[in-house]
């Protein structure tokens, strides 16, 4: 009976060494190429013994990078012009007392309902491809189901605030969001 378990423990003690054995050969190599546009090139170069220079790469552009034309490109004429006198003070009000922020949390460690707001001005410059961060909270406002951020569920943030904010109340509310980026927020 006792051989029969000693046997049994050294299978498994066995199977487990080799089970380790094959992850670790399975670990990334940092060092290694990945796919990409240049791997061919890059590939061409190590056979020719030339040393292959990889690219960081590219940071995310942030809102302070951007004119202040590109950050309100394609919002309505009267949101545009609401914006110019907008008050963030008076957007975080608005947040607080529609409810937003009973999903949208501005500490990054908390997971919410809807996408965090930590950083959301930066975040909004590349949201969505082709729109302005200022449009691209126009449209989350107005409707929020035009785009969801992956991960999120739809239909869940009232689809009724065009109805419900004031143009000037709107201009508000995304001057405070804009706000909320690495720059000041």
Known sequence: MKSLRARRF???MGL??????LLAACAPD???????PQLGEQMAALEAG???????????????????????????????AALASADPANG????????????????????????????VGDTAVSRVPGESPALYFYHSITNPNLFVVP?????????NYSEQLSTQELADLIDYLLQQNGAGG
């Open 10 to 12: 050294g299978w498994i």
């Open 16 to 21: 487990s060494l080799v089970a380790v054995l």
């Open 30 to 36: 940092p060092t290694a190429l990945i796919i990409s």
């Open 50 to 80: 030339n040393e292959v220079v990889v690219a960081a790469p590219t940071e995310a552009p942030k809102l302070a990078d951007l004119a202040p034309e590109a950050v309100t490109a394609g919002l309505p004429d009267d949101v545009a």
């Open 92 to 119: 975080e009000q608005l947040a607080l007392a529609r409810g937003c922020v009973g999903c949208h949390a501005l500490d990054p460690a908390v997971t919410m309902t809807g996408p965090t707001w930590h950083n």
């Open 151 to 159: 991960n999120y569920p739809a239909n869940i943030m009232p689809a």
